[in-house]
């Protein structure tokens, strides 16, 4: 399971490493060191549980003598001292027992008479418990010294697990579990306890394979040689990691007993934890550079890999200070730190997740405790709301600064915890603010998702604050019936809850393995490119690059028949199904020019498609409204004055508000129903009517908002999906829905026309005049332009009010261009991880098409020209079999012929992407796949559904050519 969590983590640092995830630099970059320190602390943690073991009890062989030493210091409570005393007389394991006083108490003199401990104080002063032990040390003889702190409760049976393991000479000291009996009196201690549970379980059992078992301040048994060899107990507020350093240094080796053998206190209040907390981190981190770097040769290289990166776990102060401060800076920026749509980076994750959470749980099996087991949630939200904490141990290692050795306190009771609790306010308070601040500045699916992230920080401090005053609530709920009642109950259900949890936990570890391979299996899964896959909302976008004006000239005409037989425009309808001929007469030439250079509708208006953002959730470059602003300033440069969005969209406020600011115009866009919808009027019909009703209503207001547009060509579209005499039936329920939505939409806003799109097909002028007659309050119709073949349909027998609503501009290339009463396929090309377009005025990296200059000076925009040479793919004479790897060169024009470009000096940059399609043709997928002027191409499965995408690069400007893999062979 390690092995595969450590390939789920390369995959993922691999991944977000890849320059095309990259957003805003200084985010991208914190967020990486965040996501590669955890990395390293997930391994070490790994690491820890590769070879865990418990040792074998030896067969004692002899009799040792045993001095027990524990402190008090002025302050602690008596009753738990005496309590400690009293079960260290019980212990049956012959020995001598020592409370070393520093604060030369007089009861507590007492108390030792009577119970037969040896009471011993100091007057020099000096090295805060490491002195006092070592006071104390110097007063006893004992073969073997037992440390214990004054909260821990000792077994009877305490030493008898642990002298036998000294009758090998080169143990220097044995460690056994440091356990609690108060972990359930609150959140503090709760959380304080269930830190410690995986590292007294099996990391501590993996360091007995390690020769690296750590020392812990309390419940650890020295042989007296040993510490003597070091000079005694060492100093430090990190005393007992102190010893430990300078005891495997000397080459004396350390054993770890997994067995709980005394309880003691945890902080049970939130000073008491960050007391204990900061005088650990300085201490630890003090020690890295100091010991640390005296003993480092003396170590074994599993000591030096210990000693060395156990202090840096409290840097992850930094991490939590770092993940609280990008989600941050990225509402108040509107920057965001990653260009990866939501469903790539959970594919890339969930494995890496997943190896997380259940290597955890597998391990659980070595915890000394069933209720150890679990997530820990509370240990971990209390570690997070810890961070300024060891952010200050830090930084008083760099300044020196002494921090007292003072006792973790052992009483509860309530306190004022302001004081502390500023940092995580002041994290809190500015959490808030910038969650105001981004939703309110740009409303869109990013700006929510970090959100999303800022309020869930917010919730770890809410519960950092709930917490520390988690004893007034306990004494609030207390004075009031009712409430007692409910905490009651839910704490009877939370008892369910928990036995219920120990079924699911013991289940998961059984499987872990099986587990951990399917959920692995299953992201493979939904990531893999199939040869069949079909996107029909990418046809709905991309339509144009395909076939349909073919289609309906067969198909259509029957249809239409049926609905148009009262109509004038039945002899029309009645001819023979179209023939289209390759070749265009000189009228039709005539007629398309017409129709291009004079539509009737929009006169002034100079418009492109805005789709940026239209799969928010599966768009590989986040949208904020600092991008749309930008967009709408260069659309300002271009000449145009009008933009046409697609709603109801998640954009909508940030576009509005964009707009206005560069005075631009909105042409408000509904998709219609799809076709298969209208063989009945059904409910779904309905709402949807009502869906775009409701966006008129709340948006009619907008003096930005120039006219309602119904989007796609669907009457066109239903001789696709049904025969007679079900096409009959939808395209009179089409005729009808329309109809009513129209006037409705009227009735709502009289003010702006209603216009509604059609495919320029055979059928084009005979649809328009159909539609116009039996829906007049339609004030024009926007014509779809997607393909050069669809520009010999535009005929002068139009008889309604027209523009140009989808004009691909590559479609127009060797056409006259209009002047106005036209709106541009789309300002960019678009690359999501289920749909690609490519008839953009800018490419998918917003760099300059030459459509774009054109149309701006067509417009009288300021964009300057371009020089870029027209550019071709020179494809192989050769089978595109599957598995070949075959060569394609870029072809350049330049004086007047095409060259090589090989052999063609030229600071353009050649770039080549290996596009996928549907059965249609439509682009749903795109990846990189060479660079340069010739590259070699392996050709995949199914090449049929290939393209291949040229770019030449200069500057910040563009030219591309797009080809099949193959040269197909012609009758």
Not at 167 to 185: C, K, L, S, W
Not at 353 to 381: A, K
Request: glycine share 6%; charged share 15%.
């Amino acid at each position: 399971m390690i092995i595969i969590g450590v390939v789920c983590m390369l995959f993922f640092m691999y991944s977000l490493l890849q320059k095309s995830v990259m957003g805003y630099k200084p985010l991208y970059w914190l967020l990486i060191s965040t996501f590669v320190y955890t990395f390293f602390k997930i391994i070490y943690e790994w690491y820890h549980y590769w070879s865990i073991s418990v040792p074998v009890t030896p067969t004692v062989t002899k009799q040792y003598t045993v001095d027990i030493f524990t402190t008090f210091c002025a302050g602690e409570p008596y009753e738990m001292i005496v309590e400690t005393l009293t079960a260290i007389q019980a212990i049956h394991y012959p020995h001598q027992t020592f409370l070393c006083d520093e604060a030369d108490d007089p009861y507590l003199k007492s108390v030792c008479e009577t119970l037969g401990v040896h009471h011993i104080t100091r007057t020099i002063k000096i090295n805060a418990k490491a002195g006092n032990i070592n006071n104390a040390l110097a007063q006893s003889s004992g073969e073997l010294c037992l440390i214990l702190d004054p909260d821990h409760i000792p077994v009877p049976e305490f030493l008898d697990p642990i002298v036998a393991h000294f009758e090998d000479p080169e143990i220097g000291y044995v460690q056994v579990v440091q356990a609690y009996y108060n972990q359930h009196i609150g959140w503090i201690a709760k959380g304080a306890a269930q830190q410690t549970y995986q590292f007294y379980g099996p990391m501590m059992m993996c360091m007995n394979s390690y020769g690296t078992v750590q020392a812990i301040g309390a419940n650890c048994t020295f042989r007296r040689t040993a510490l003597e060899s070091i000079g005694g107990h060492a100093a430090g507020l990190a005393e007992d990691m102190h010893t430990a350093m300078q005891l495997h240094a000397r080459n004396w080796k350390s054993v770890y007993v997994p067995a709980v053998l005394s309880r003691g206190l945890v902080p049970a209040t939130l000073s008491a934890y960050y007391k204990q907390q900061l005088k650990w981190s300085r201490g630890v981190f003090e020690l890295l550079v100091t010991s640390y770097v005296k003993l480092f040769r003396k170590f074994s290289w599993r000591q030096k890999l210990h000693y060395g990166l156990l202090p840096l776990f409290y840097l992850s102060g930094f991490v939590f200070l770092l993940n609280f401060l990008i989600p941050v800076i990225s509402l108040f920026t509107d920057a965001f730190p990653l260009r990866m749509d939501f469903s790539e980076f959970l594919v890339i994750s969930i494995p890496f997740i997943t190896s997380i959470i259940l290597i955890r749980h597998f391990v659980q099996q070595w915890v000394m405790e069933d209720n150890e087991r679990g997530f820990h949630v509370v240990g971990g939200l209390l570690l997070i709301g810890t961070w300024w904490i060891f952010i200050l141990g830090f930084v008083y290692t760099i300044i020196r600064k002494n921090v007292p050795y003072i006792a973790t306190p052992k009483d509860v009771k309530d306190e004022k915890n302001l004081k502390n609790n500023l940092p995580n306010i002041s994290v809190l308070v500015i959490s808030i603010l910038s969650i105001i601040y981004g939703l309110n500045n740009d409303w869109s699916p990013f700006t929510l998702f970090m959100s999303g992230i800022v309020g869930l920080n917010c919730m770890f401090m809410i519960f950092m604050l709930v917490a520390s005053s988690e004893l007034k609530i306990q004494g609030y709920v207390g004075k009031h019936g009712t409430l007692s009642n409910a905490v009651s109950k839910l704490q009877s259900a939370k008892r369910h809850f928990w036995l219920l949890r120990r079924s699911i936990y013991t289940g998961v570890r059984k499987v872990s393995l099986i587990l951990t391979v399917l959920v692995i299996s299953i992201s493979i899964y939904a990531s893999r490119d199939s040869d069949e896959y079909i996107d029909i909302s990418a046809i709905r976008h991309n339509a144009g690059k395909n076939n349909t004006a073919e289609i309906i000239s067969t198909s259509d005409t029957t249809g239409l028949s049926h609905l148009i037989s009262q109509s004038k425009y039945y002899a029309a309808a009645a001819k023979p199904i179209f023939r289209i001929s390759n070749t265009a007469s000189q009228d039709s030439k005539t007629d398309q020019v017409n129709v291009l250079l004079n539509p009737s509708f929009f006169s002034s208006v100079k418009g492109v498609i805005y789709s940026k953002g239209h799969y928010w959730y599966k768009n590989l470059t986040p949208l904020t409204k600092k991008i749309i602003m930008e967009d709408f300033g260069e659309m300002k440069k271009t000449g145009i004055n009008t933009i046409k969005i697609y709603g109801p969209n998640i954009y909508d406020n940030s576009t509005f508000d964009a707009a206005a600011q560069k005075g631009l115009k909105i042409h408000y866009s509904f998709w219609m129903p799809d076709p298969p919808s209208f063989i009945n009027d059904t409910s779904y019909l309905a709402d949807q009517s009502n869906i775009i009703l409701k966006i008129i209503n709340k948006n009619k207001a907008n003096p930005n908002i120039s006219a309602w547009n119904l989007g796609n060509s669907n009457y066109q579209q239903l001789a696709l999906f049904y025969h007679e005499p079900q096409l009959y039936r939808a395209q009179l329920h089409y005729i009808n829905f329309l109809k009513r939505l129209v006037k409705k939409i009227k009735s709502a806003d009289a003010t702006r026309p209603v216009t509604l799109d059609v495919q320029s097909s055979p059928t084009l002028g005979l649809t328009i005049n159909l539609l116009h007659e039996q829906i007049p309050e339609i004030d024009a119709f926007g014509i779809i332009i997607n393909n050069k073949r669809s520009l010999k349909y535009l005929t002068a027998s139009i008889k309604a009010p027209y523009f140009l609503s989808n004009a691909d501009p590559e479609a127009l290339e060797n056409v006259a261009l209009p002047t106005s009463g036209t709106f541009y396929a789309n300002w960019q090309d678009q690359q999501s991880s289920s749909s690609v377009t490519l008839d953009g005025l800018k490419d998918i990296w917003g760099r300059n098409k030459p459509y774009l200059y054109k149309i701006s000076q067509s417009w009288h925009g300021t964009i300057s020209g371009h020089r870029l040479p027209p550019i071709k793919i020179l494809k192989p004479a050769l089978t595109t079999t599957a598995g070949a790897s075959l060569p394609y060169h870029a072809l350049i024009y330049s004086y007047n012929k095409w060259n090589i470009a090989a052999h063609f000096k030229t600071e353009v940059k050649f770039e080549w992407y290996l596009v996928k399609t549907d059965s249609d043709g439509n682009a749903i997928g795109m990846n990189k796949v060479g660079t340069g002027p010739d590259i070699y191409v392996n050709i995949p499965k199914n090449n049929d559904r290939y393209r291949l995408y040229l770019v030449a690069v200069k500057d910040n400007n563009v030219v591309d050519d797009y080809s099949t893999l193959n040269t197909p062979l012609e009758n």
